[in-house]
């Protein structure tokens, strides 16, 4: 189950690109919450607590308390964040306010577990073509991860969504359940020629160091017969 934290706000009134840069200048960060009625509330909060909530909790399904000036307490959704795309500094937050006994759709991710035989023993690569699945639960039924174990893939299987095990009375699959999730693909010709070159390399290596030490040995023969060569009587 996703866990709730509590994150303080406050109501703003003013909006707009400057009243945003101003307030992220005074260590707070706009915000927008979407009530249940669809009205929309832009609030603010304190950026450096938000952030230390997100280094420890992730930022995937966070449930939150969103306490609106110490009195407003309404049960949310982190939807969205939006981020600077050079500097990476956050920018804006959005949150769903939710009903805990009304399901919503939420994407959670999938998690990969284990190594594949593929992999370990057949020199293929792993490829993870599908990332998160979207899924129709209640708010505290959400979890952090679907975990899905991908030891028994050879190179060219294929899981699919289908075969990632979730609790079909607590979660309705809303992605389509014949989408690859994760394959083992087979390795390139590159990798494979690098791999002959290294086999090739090893193999070449000990005949060319026989041959050197047999003409070392050549060359001590020849040295010791001329040693021993008789000379000639002047």
């Known amino acids: 189950?996703?866990?709730?934290?509590?994150i303080v706000a406050q109501k703003r009134d003013d909006t707009g690109t400057r009243v945003a840069r101003r307030l992220r200048k005074k260590g707070l960060l706009p915000c927008i919450?979407?009530?249940?009625?669809g009205k929309t509330t832009p609030v603010q909060t304190n950026l450096h607590e938000l952030e230390m909530i997100l280094r420890h909790h992730g930022e995937d399904n966070l449930l939150a308390d969103l306490l609106v000036d110490?009195?407003?307490?309404?049960?949310?959704?982190?939807k969205e964040l939006q981020y600077d795309p050079i500097k990476g500094t956050l920018l804006h937050a959005d949150f769903l306010e939710i009903s805990m006994?009304?399901?919503?759709?939420v994407e959670i991710p999938i998690e990969l577990v284990g190594e594949p035989t593929g992999v370990a023993q057949q020199g293929g690569v792993l490829d993870q073509v599908l990332r998160t699945l979207e899924v129709e639960c209640l708010?505290?039924?959400?979890?952090?991860?679907?975990?899905?174990n991908v030891e028994a893939l050879d190179v060219g299987d294929s899981l699919t969504v289908q075969d990632v095990p979730i609790d079909l009375t607590k979660?309705?699959?809303l992605t389509?359940?014949?989408?690859?999730?994760?394959?083992?693909?087979?390795?390139?010709?590159?990798?494979?020629?690098e791999v002959e070159a290294e086999v090739t390399a090893d193999d070449s290596a000990e005949p060319e160091l026989i041959r050197e030490k047999k003409e070392d040995g050549e060359e001590a023969g020849e040295d010791s017969a001329a040693e021993e060569k008789p000379?000639?009587?002047e």
């Open 70 to 78: 110490e009195m407003d307490a309404r049960k949310t959704l982190l």
């Open 101 to 105: 006994t009304k399901k919503i759709s």
């Open 171 to 173: 979660f309705t699959l």
């Open 1 to 6: 189950m996703a866990e709730s934290v509590k």
């Open 33 to 37: 919450l979407c009530g249940i009625d």
């Open 139 to 148: 708010p505290g039924d959400i979890v952090e991860s679907l975990p899905i």
């Open 176 to 193: 389509p359940k014949d989408l690859v999730v994760a394959t083992v693909l087979a390795p390139t010709l590159e990798e494979v020629a």
């Open 231 to 233: 000379k000639k009587k």
